[in-house]
């Protein structure tokens, strides 16, 4: 079994829930795929560790699918808020302890965040935020919130500090964030140290604080 390797059960395999779950089994971990329509399911029969027909307002199906047993629980069901809300107060019940959940409105937001979820996703607004970041910046490739809290961004180097060490720059107390790696044009350096120097054009992939990273516009 690979080290990172982790279980989610992705309920909803509508165009969300179907783009979530398959990236994360192609990324090499365990999938679990729940939906009610019977053709979503066999749809994703050849594409997810496994597939059940049934409705997750049911807790009895749910125990019976042993959704309590996996790392996360993702609630995706987008189309139908009631059966959204009733979905995720099942799996919570099930004493799921990671528990995502899809919002599609403000109001459905608090809702679900009252029920105790760790996170609320609207994938649209997610969406519109990184757009954002990404063209209010010169520098700014792309930015990632991988975790409540915290991102990862990539940001190529200006000319100020081309030739400099990432100790003279001084990122870490500078920037309040951590270069993990290196890319310049088809090398890589897997993992940075305070001793490498940047070039201009350099790819830095930047890791930290939301707050922190988004203030990173250009090195």
């Known amino acids: ?56 307002t049911n807790e009895s199906a749910m125990r019976a699918a042993g ?8 609630v995706a069901i987008g189309d139908h808020i009631e059966d959204n809300i009733l979905a995720t107060q099942t ?8 528990v995502w959940s899809r919002a599609e409105t ?18 649209e607004l997610e969406m519109a935020h990184r757009c954002s970041r990404i063209l209010g910046s010169r520098s700014v490739l792309d930015i990632i919130e991988f975790s409540p809290g915290f991102s990862l961004s990539e940001v190529v180097v200006g000319p100020e500090h081309s030739g400099k060490t ?3 720059i001084n990122f870490r107390q500078t920037y309040n964030a951590s270069v993990i790696a290196i890319r310049r044009n088809d090398q890589s350096i897997p993992v ?28």
Request: charged share 30%; hydrophobic share 40%; aromatic share 4%.
């Open 1 to 56: 079994m690979k080290k990172n390797l982790k279980e989610f059960c992705v309920i909803g395999l509508g165009q969300f829930g179907s783009a979530l779950a398959i990236d994360l089994f192609e990324r090499g971990h365990i999938v679990l795929g729940i939906d009610k329509d019977e053709k979503l399911v066999n749809e994703h029969q050849d594409h997810l560790s496994q597939v059940l027909v049934a409705d997750a």
């Open 67 to 74: 959704v309590a047993d996996y790392d996360y629980c993702i």
């Open 91 to 98: 799996v919570l019940d099930l004493g799921v302890k990671k």
């Open 106 to 123: 403000t109001r459905h937001a608090n809702i679900l965040q009252k029920l105790g979820v760790e996170r609320v996703v609207d994938p």
């Open 166 to 168: 990432l100790k003279e």
């Open 192 to 219: 940075a140290s305070p001793e490498d120097v940047i070039q201009e054009g350099d790819v830095l992939f930047i890791a930290g604080r939301t707050e922190d990273v988004e203030q990173i516009g250009r090195i």
